[in-house]
């Protein structure tokens, strides 16, 4: 089975611009979930979906947000970037029963300028 | 709240010795699961190993191995004969009952020395 996969890999922004992150999961997985990844706070739960459905959040500004399509594909949108948003996006998948391993993608790496 | 303590901020050693990865973890559920991820120098996080919490058997694979403690709250993680290979960032990470959402640790960076 082919692994999770991201795009773009690498993203230079400005502050201001907003950009948006796709992430296709394994092959019958229908959860995925986001995490960001920074020097400073470590790796963070964004949110997950779950058939087309937010299912969790974690604490980001309204300035993040995500959805999921009928094949299970999701993109999270980040709007009016800052500086601070700068970092390594991680996108995971999972079959959708709780606490199954989530398996990750090799990452969006995104720097605001 | 739950959280994950990766006291060893990075660790350096000599290919061929045994390094041992301390994790510590805080949670007020009784059913919790544990989880190790590597994150070689590529960025992706590689599963390791996934442990619920009424399971604390020990756990042998290959060179890895894992010790899991309920009484110390403590999931370590012995790397036998380490290799340059195994160079990477080691996390650790808790995830409760009833949530998908994974609070990680704040890695261990493992340098093995040729």
């Known amino acids: 089975k082919a692994g999770v996969t991201q795009t773009p890999r690498y993203l230079i922004k400005t502050r201001g611009q907003q950009v948006t992150l796709s992430c296709s999961p394994i092959s019958g997985h229908r959860s995925v979930s986001w995490y960001q990844q920074t020097p400073g706070q470590g790796l963070q739960f964004l949110f997950e979906y779950f058939s087309e459905t937010q299912r969790n959040k974690g604490n980001f500004p309204g300035r993040f947000s995500g959805r999921q399509f009928s094949n299970s594909r999701s993109e999270m949108n980040v709007s009016t970037l800052e500086l601070g948003d700068s970092a390594l996006y991680l996108c995971?998948?999972?079959?959708?029963?709780?606490?199954?391993?989530?398996?990750f993608g090799p990452g969006t790496r995104l720097l605001v300028l | 709240a739950q959280k994950v303590t990766q006291a060893q901020t990075e660790i350096s050693v000599v290919e061929k010795e045994d390094v041992t990865l301390d994790c510590v973890y805080e949670t007020r559920d009784t059913t919790y699961y544990l989880f190790w991820y590597k994150q070689p120098p590529s960025g992706e996080l590689v599963f390791l190993i996934r442990?619920?919490?009424?399971?604390?058997q020990n756990e042998i694979s290959g060179r890895y191995s894992w010790n899991f403690q309920k009484s110390t709250s403590s999931f370590n993680f012995t790397i036998t004969a380490s290799q340059v290979v195994d160079s990477a960032v080691y996390f650790c990470?808790?995830?409760?009952?009833?949530?998908?959402?994974?609070?990680f640790g704040s890695g261990t960076r493992l340098q093995v020395q040729p």
């Open positions: 990470a808790l995830s409760e009952s009833g949530r998908r959402a994974l609070t």
């Open positions: 995971a998948s999972s079959s959708g029963v709780v606490q199954e391993t989530q398996y």
């Open positions: 442990r619920n919490s009424f399971d604390e």
